[in-house]
């Protein structure tokens, strides 16, 4: 039985529904709605409505954007010839903030996972090959994650791109810097000794 | 910098405000929302509206309800001369949850708590006074949660309906049923054996 209104039990529903938000966790902040303010209560409602409704994907790369092409793909001062295939917006955010990039992105919306029943057909690999097929791409780097259904993902999309003679990369392995090699585990040292350069 | 969307940044920013969720969880739940179909996004939306325009407070025990009496106040087989005062409607639930209490609830929405600025005018006292002073009321037992906080919020209200000749009494303090004399605090064992009874 429930002993709260249907609306604010609708509403705990709702958050509850998020991931990583238990039922717990959701009255808690259905209450907090509540004790809200109308206008913010309001406005939290308008920015749920408002990013649904303006944010959608870049046109070129699939990151997301509030407009036609992202501000990455429409900067003239980008290096237009490579392109760095991520599987997903935050993914962009990482790079970005090391602002040792000046290329172009492509963002996947996710991984070939057969697991989660995510194939080649639904995620944003064909809108890439389009690109590479246009003929100015004259780097691609993979930068999809280093676990076993990044790696997939990233070989299968260098398999579909060679017939095209576009270069492809692969992000470096190795010891994260500031690390401590002792904790570094075995897959980590190995891909570290075998990239191993010279000083 | 930002390099999301702006309204994708206002959505983050506006889960983030929540009670215990941090950066990280709010883009995580504001990328969740992206990625919900668009009736799915609206109806959360509309269930926030909604809860806000029709959950208010019973005009009598002040419980949350989204009709003008709450369905306990307007059940005709409650015992309407005794009333719980507790602090907040999670309350109720756990006293109703007990199928052992037949009478009305009056739900402060708080507790005295002159640290956090919340004085006697801030929470539901002088309804409760209002509904003493009709005189139908016989007992009014104090449920207000165990903690300092609590005590002084019951102790306050006690004194306050004195003068109405009213019966006040107390939840009992002492062991928890189905936990071990080990654990219990000695303020615990303290009130359970000055609260002993007779077999």
Do not use: W
């Not at 002993?3 to 039922?23: C, D, M, R």
């Not at 429409?74 to 290096?79: K, L, N």
Request: hydrophobic share 40%; with cysteine; glycine share 6%.
């Amino acid at each position: 039985m429930s002993f709260f209104p249907p609306t604010l039990e609708n509403l705990t529903e709702k958050f509850a529904s998020l991931p990583g938000i238990g039922q717990k966790s959701a009255q808690r902040l259905a209450f907090h709605i509540l004790s809200l303010p109308d206008q913010d209560a309001a406005a939290f409602a308008e920015a749920i409505l408002e990013a649904k409704r303006s944010v959608h994907c870049c046109s070129i790369c699939q990151n997301l954007t509030d407009s036609d092409v992202c501000f990455i793909c429409s900067s003239p001062r980008r290096d237009e010839h490579t392109v760095c295939v991520v599987s997903d917006p935050k993914a962009v955010i990482a790079i970005e903030r090391s602002r040792e990039y000046n290329g172009l992105f492509h963002v996947l919306h996710g991984v070939i996972s057969p697991l989660n029943h995510v194939g080649p057909d639904d995620i944003k690999i064909k809108e890439l090959v389009t690109r590479v097929a246009d003929g100015s791409i004259e780097e691609i780097i993979m930068a999809t994650n280093p676990d076993t259904e990044g790696e997939t993902t990233a070989k299968y999309i260098s398999r579909l791109l060679k017939p095209f003679g576009v270069k492809i990369t692969r992000l470096a392995y190795g010891i994260p810097v500031g690390s401590s090699l002792e904790f570094a585990d075995d897959a980590t040292l190995m891909r570290a000794l075998e990239g191993r350069q010279e000083f």
